[in-house]
């Protein structure tokens, strides 16, 4: 039954990848027809493929910075909970100090942090002085796997991207 799965889910992916590939690249070739007509059946297939080609360079640098983006994030917040986790084990002010000009930095209205990691940044700087170590270690956990999920999240396709994003979402770590 898991082999059926895995199949029906590897179809369904390939047929959104490729409606979403055809569906713009024709619909790109076709707005285009408004600045100058298609002349004969080789001029639209090579429309096509230039449509084809524009809407992937801009699939690729858009998805691309998006990713960099949230990984960034990630890594910012891997980094803190390590050093909440040091702050746990030797209670050194230095590295308190650290943590909460960190957690100010990570903050401020240019960062680019959404908004679920903005609330845990000031989850931990309202209890620094109450962390517990399981918590930092699941926290860790967690934002070592949404890093590794933003490496590894689809480039190439706006909609298995949507799809994959919404199952991801259900489920809870």
């Known amino acids: ?100 000009n960190t957690i100010r930095y990570q903050l401020d209205n240019a960062t680019f942090n959404s908004k679920y990691l903005q609330d845990k940044y000031i989850l931990l700087q309202n209890n620094i002085n109450k962390l517990n170590k399981l918590y930092l270690q699941k926290e860790l956990i967690f934002a070592e796997h949404q890093y590794e999920y933003w490496t590894l999240n689809w480039h190439y396709s706006f909609l298995l991207r949507i799809f994959k994003r919404g199952f991801c979402k259900k489920i809870k770590y």
């Open 1 to 100: 039954m898991k082999k059926l799965f895995v199949i029906t889910k590897t179809i369904w992916q390939i047929i959104l990848y490729v409606v979403e590939v055809f569906g713009v690249s024709i619909s790109f070739a076709y707005l285009s027809t408004y600045i100058k007509d298609i002349c004969d059946n080789f001029e639209l297939i090579e429309r096509i493929i230039l449509c084809f080609t524009i809407y992937q360079i801009l699939v690729l640098v858009i998805l691309t910075n998006l990713n960099d983006i949230h990984k960034d994030s990630y890594l910012a917040y891997k980094t803190l909970l390590k050093k909440c986790i040091l702050y746990v084990d030797y209670k050194d002010n230095n590295i308190k100090y650290d943590i909460l």
